[in-house]
């Protein structure tokens, strides 16, 4: 116990003591939790669908553009961007009785980075 074995220029070596130490990551609690609250965010079919929706878009998009392109009911339409906005991945502004709705840039680049990593898979 206490020992582990490396190679060496192919040789094994035995070092004593332990061979793992503590780490750490530079992250405040703080930080971890809205990363967590994001992350889970995106965790949805429906809320990933209406992000995507939303960031691919030209223009803002109004909430009864979104119902139709995703085939869900209005009520978990209204939760998803509920949730997104809450999350820091949507922006709103309401014009008279609808609301619009564009993507933050962390979400943008996120979707980015997403599709980055599918390009780097399927290579």
């Not at 949805?44 to 009864?64: F, G, K, M, P, S």
């Not at 995703?70 to 906005?85: H, I, K, M, N």
Request: glycine share 8%; aromatic share 4%.
């Amino acid at each position: 116990m206490g020992e582990h074995t490396t190679e060496n220029e192919g040789t094994a070596t035995r070092n004593e003591g332990a061979c793992c130490t503590t780490s750490g990551h530079s992250l405040t609690e703080q930080e971890v939790a809205t990363d967590v609250q994001m992350l889970s965010t995106l965790g949805n079919d429906t809320r990933y669908e209406t992000l995507r929706l939303i960031a691919e878009a030209d223009e803002d998009v109004c909430v009864c553009e979104i119902e139709p392109s995703l085939g869900v009911s209005q009520s978990a339409v209204s939760q998803a961007l509920s949730r997104l906005f809450s999350a820091g991945l949507v922006e709103r502004r309401k014009e008279g009785r609808w609301r619009y709705y564009t993507a933050t840039p962390r979400a943008e680049r996120l979707l980015d980075v997403l599709d980055e990593t599918r390009a780097l898979a399927d290579g």
